[in-house]
């Protein structure tokens, strides 16, 4: 939602407040998984072999946080045209483009959407912070909209990982029962599916 343009301060705090959190749970979960390749990829693949994936997806992870601060950031101002746009560019082209390269393989894929990403959502995010004043780097004032934002947020997060389980569940359980191939169709159908209810 819009946030409150009689407040006399600036309301880019509050995204550097974000961006500081998501920048530390994304490093942690990430430094995480690479920590423990093989374990992770028995964990969503099924077999220890697809480890090599685990690098490429991390910059994916990466760039689809970026681009999720960038875009709530301009759906909070409702700055549509730009929210869309970015939308547009790296949820529809980028992956187009990407996945009709000839001869391509998984692990390129995601290195390079996830790249891509980061590109695009980077020069988003700098902009945002270029429009933050220099008294928005107070760090007492960040650590309070942080606080703040945590509280708004962490209700929401129960029902954000029950949606990325129906979303990913199907997909983890079949390739753990019957093989990465079938697991490949059923998240193209969860896909599908989530794309026709969106």
């Known amino acids: ?20 959190m998501v920048t530390i749970v994304t490093f942690l979960f990430l430094l995480t998984i690479n920590l423990f390749p093989s374990q992770i990829a028995y964990l969503f693949f ?17 760039g689809i946080c970026l681009h999720t601060l960038a875009y709530s ?11 869309n746009m970015l939308q547009l560019v790296n949820i529809g082209i980028i992956p187009v483009l990407v996945f009709t390269m000839p001869d391509i393989s998984v692990s390129n894929i995601f290195s390079i959407m996830g790249l891509s990403w980061i590109v695009t959502s980077g020069v988003a995010v ?6 933050s004043q220099r008294e ?8 309070h ?16 990982f029950g949606m990325a389980a129906l979303l990913t569940l199907p997909a983890t359980l079949t390739a753990h029962f019957s093989g990465m191939e079938k697991a490949g169709y059923v998240a ?7 794309f026709t209810g969106s």
Do not use: C
């Open 1 to 20: 939602s819009q946030i409150n343009r009689s407040n006399k301060e600036n309301p880019e705090i509050y995204f550097i407040g974000a961006f500081g």
């Open 46 to 62: 099924g077999n220890q072999n697809y480890q090599y994936l685990i690098l490429p997806i991390s910059v994916s992870i990466a």
């Open 73 to 83: 950031y301009y759906r909070g101002y409702l700055k549509m045209v730009q929210a």
């Open 126 to 131: 700098f902009t945002i912070f270029k429009r």
């Open 136 to 143: 928005d780097w107070n760090l007492a004032k960040i650590s």
């Open 145 to 160: 909209k942080s606080k703040e934002l945590l509280t708004y947020g962490i209700m929401r997060v129960p029902g954000g």
């Open 188 to 194: 193209f159908a969860v896909s599908i599916l989530s």
